[in-house]
């Protein structure tokens, strides 16, 4: 099927290409032409089907009206919750978004960042893996409009905007230690990333303030694409050989996957083991009983990112740098 030109419905109509030109692109006024004239392009552009060549408008306007959002897992509750809210936000300001995930690859990352560049995305939104500082720091150097969400870099000084992942933990840790809760286990997992460092200080340091109370730390780190099943074995081992009474678990999955551990154990919650999950989920709602977690603003994060972009679209320069830290939310449940 033949691609509709401006040059068809001009022919149509009866009129110039540059009128339909203008018609098309919201100028008719401007241009003073006719309601009648401007009503039958109109009507002719939309029973032919036609759409405007979206490589053509953005060179001429040097816009795309799109954003580039580069996530860890698309399908993690967290990141697809974050970029259905980026959505939302973006379309008030007329953006679409095109999502990617990174899987924490930084082959794919990098990859992904380059693709997302040739589409001429006026702006990236980024969860970075570990070693893309040199990807980030050359859009920086393009000036290239962009904000770093979840995580930051430290060796690239970018805007950035994400939760307070060391306050999370020690608030939830806290919370445990308020509840008479002794042998407190963390689970993490072996990303080098900013946002699990200050997640796995937090607990460290906590122990270490109350250690009176707290003798020793209880730590099983998780490697990121380990099979569940082994996921899953190794977190049973760890409740029962480290004699816990109560569990942190440093991300939903992770929280999901102890969920699965302690079933096995047929452990009951509170009584016999507490838990705590840093990021909320539905099945902790909804699980008998209800699990305690740290919430994170994810409306928030999402708006406040989109905002910022924005304003470096407008060259608003004295955000380009800013930095946002905002506090996540302790929900208490039945399983503390």
Do not use: W
């Not at 109509?13 to 006719?34: H, Q």
């Not at 990807?135 to 690239?156: A, E, N």
């Not at 060391?166 to 008479?180: K, N, P, S, Y």
Request: proline share 4%.
């Amino acid at each position: 099927m033949k691609k509709v030109s401006l040059k068809d419905i001009a022919k149509l109509a009866g009129v110039s290409a540059s009128t339909v030109s203008f018609v098309l692109n919201g100028k008719a006024d401007t241009m003073r032409i006719s309601k009648p004239i401007a009503d039958k392009i109109t009507a002719i552009a939309k029973k032919s089907g036609y759409h405007p060549n979206q490589l053509a408008v953005s060179l001429r306007t040097g816009q795309s009206k799109t954003i580039g959002l580069l996530v860890e897992d698309i399908s993690n509750n967290f990141f697809a919750a974050l970029a259905k809210f980026i959505e939302d936000e973006a379309n008030k300001y007329g953006y679409k978004v095109v999502y990617c995930s990174t899987e924490n690859n930084n082959q794919k990352a990098k990859a992904l960042l380059q693709m997302l560049s040739h589409q001429q995305v006026d702006g990236f939104l980024i969860t970075p893996t570990d070693k893309i500082d040199k990807d980030i720091q050359q859009l920086m150097d393009y000036k290239r409009p962009m904000v770093l969400m979840d995580r930051f870099l430290p060796s690239v000084a970018t805007p950035y905007v994400l939760v307070n992942n060391f306050a999370g933990v020690e608030t939830g840790m806290l919370h445990l230690i308020e509840r008479g809760y002794r042998n407190i286990g963390f689970v993490t997992v072996d990303l080098n990333m900013i946002q699990m460092q200050k997640r796995d200080e937090a607990y460290i340091q906590t122990i270490h303030k109350h250690k009176k109370l707290i003798k020793t730390p209880f730590l099983l780190r998780l490697h990121y694409n380990e099979p569940t099943e082994d996921s899953v074995k190794k977190i049973s081992a760890f409740i029962q050989n480290s004699a816990l009474d109560a569990i942190f678990f440093s991300t939903n999955y992770l929280g999901i996957l102890g969920l699965e551990s302690i079933k096995q154990l047929k452990l009951k919650m509170p009584d016999q083991l507490a838990m705590v999950c840093f990021d909320d989920h539905d099945i902790f709602r909804l699980h008998t009983p209800e699990i305690t977690t740290i919430r994170q603003p994810i409306k928030e994060i999402a708006r406040s990112a989109v905002q910022i972009l924005l304003a470096q679209m407008e060259n608003k320069k004295q955000l380009f740098k800013k930095q946002v830290e905002i506090m996540p939310q302790l929900i208490l449940r039945a399983s503390t």
